[in-house]
């Protein structure tokens, strides 16, 4: 119980994290296109 109640709050961040990473690798190319176009 108490390792379950410790490891929860890491995988929130690790997904978060893995989330975050997807994110910026998809918006990154568009807004580098954007500031390619102005």
Not at 4 to 27: D, F, K, N, Q, R
């Amino acid at each position: 119980m108490g390792m379950t109640a410790l490891l929860e709050p890491l995988m929130i961040v690790v997904m978060g994290g893995v989330v975050l990473t997807i994110v910026m690798a998809v918006l990154m190319p568009i807004i580098e296109m954007n500031q390619l176009v102005q």
